[in-house]
């Protein structure tokens, strides 16, 4: 499955954006998802996740509360809305498929990712 990601920019800090992960090639239905980060000069980090069927959500500490992992079976999509976004949340931003958890090893696919830019 081909993933990528897109809705990434430029917003001030208490600003929202609104992430969308398309998905080609084959059915994400059944299959976990999940949005990761990675920013200049840091490893990549776990966001978010979501199952198959969207009845389970996993979020990293430091999103809790401001971040919402959503997905849309029918569209073949995932989305992640961010709010009260921090120039810390600056990255950029890979949705990932086949895969469980925070760590970046149990996720099989990734895509190319958007860049998030917050400013103070």
């Known amino acids: 499955v081909q993933l990528q990601a897109s809705g990434g920019g430029l917003v001030q800090a208490g600003g929202s954006l609104r992430l969308s992960c398309a998905a080609s090639g084959r059915s994400l239905s059944n299959r976990n998802m999940g949005w990761f980060r990675q920013a200049p000069g840091k490893e990549r980090e776990f966001v978010a996740a979501?199952?198959?069927?969207?009845?389970?959500?996993l979020y990293a500490d430091s999103v809790k509360g401001r971040f919402i992992i959503a997905r849309d079976n029918a569209k073949n999509s995932m989305y992640l809305q961010m709010n009260s976004l921090k120039p810390e949340d600056t990255a950029v931003y890979y949705c990932?498929?086949?895969?469980?958890?925070?760590?970046?090893?149990?996720?099989?696919?990734w895509g190319q990712g958007t860049l998030v830019t917050v400013s103070s």
């Open positions: 979501i199952s198959r069927s969207g009845e389970s959500t």
């Open positions: 990932a498929s086949e895969g469980w958890g925070p760590s970046v090893s149990n996720w099989g696919s």
